[in-house]
């Protein structure tokens, strides 16, 4: 315990970088610990997400009516599926690896699958689109917190996908592109610089309550210790006057209540100067 009080100090004092992994034996306790809570918040955020994707339907049917099947078949037939699959996981228990993995992969699917919407649409409307897609970005890195490094990549990976439409996507005006990108750029960045700090306050407060629950833990163990110590003698290492009259007073404490007798046997050990004077010697 005492050398992980002092990992644990390390880390609180530790200044630089970014602060987002422990070392290896902390690291698996703060796994272990907030596991089960984190498997469920993103259970129910993934359905919340889900839901408002599917919801999007309306905006499928408002600027690209002619698309209207394809949009049904992505967002009901394919993302929603996908997503029932994800959180069933989660709800069955997974590694903390494999979660992350799991909500990373869901918010890949989803930009993928709605860009390929804006792709298949001919509507000149369906530009528009571009600037909601930083919503996307939102999802992972604030709603979900992905892991720094998940969200980090997850968040390149997106900007990859928005360079391509920019680039694919004929837009209705100059410059309509690169504001377009600008503004997914900015919400990208924003999110990230979020997150990290998120997982960063989290990690931080989980090493307060660890220490403090450590300190409790040694305080408690001293006192059994400091107890059981004033309860014998230290010469024969059995219990003493102290440990009879609070066992006497126990005992008379339960007669009272279930009417029970009780004998006490005295026993003279005959010689026992010279026990004790040999245990001394």
């Not at 005492?2 to 422990?22: A, S, T």
Request: with cysteine.
């Amino acid at each position: 315990m005492n050398d992980l009080m002092v990992q644990v100090d390390r880390q609180i004092q530790q200044e630089g970088g970014l602060g987002v992994h422990f070392p290896a034996e902390i690291e698996a306790r703060f796994e272990h610990d907030i596991h089960v809570a984190r498997s469920h918040k993103l259970a129910c955020m993934g359905a919340v997400t889900i839901s408002i994707y599917v919801l999007f339907l309306l905006n499928d049917w408002r600027f690209r009516p002619d698309h209207m099947p394809e949009a049904i078949v992505i967002r009901v037939g394919v993302m929603t599926p996908i997503a029932l699959i994800c959180i069933y996981m989660l709800k069955r228990g997974v590694s903390p690896v494999l979660r992350e993995m799991l909500m990373t992969a869901l918010v890949c699917f989803a930009m993928i699958f709605t860009a390929l919407l804006i792709q298949l649409s001919v509507s000149p409307h369906s530009f528009l689109d571009l600037f909601a897609l930083g919503l996307i970005v939102l999802v992972g890195n604030v709603l979900f917190q992905l892991r720094f490094w998940y969200a980090l990549c997850s968040s390149a990976f997106h900007f990859g996908v928005m360079l391509y439409l920019v680039n694919a996507h004929p837009a209705p005006y100059a410059s309509a592109g690169f504001m377009a990108l600008m503004v997914f750029l900015s919400i990208t960045l924003f999110s990230i610089i979020s997150n990290l700090r998120s997982e960063k306050a989290e990690r931080l407060s989980y090493l307060l309550l660890l220490r403090e629950q450590l300190r409790v833990e040694e305080f408690t163990e001293k006192n059994e210790e400091f107890r059981r110590l004033a309860s014998i003698d230290p010469l024969t290492e059995v219990y003493n006057r102290r440990h009879f009259d609070s066992l006497v007073s126990s005992l008379l404490g339960k007669q009272v209540d279930s009417r029970l007798q009780y004998g006490v046997a005295m026993i003279d050990v005959d010689h026992f100067k010279s026990y004790n004077d040999l245990m001394v010697t």
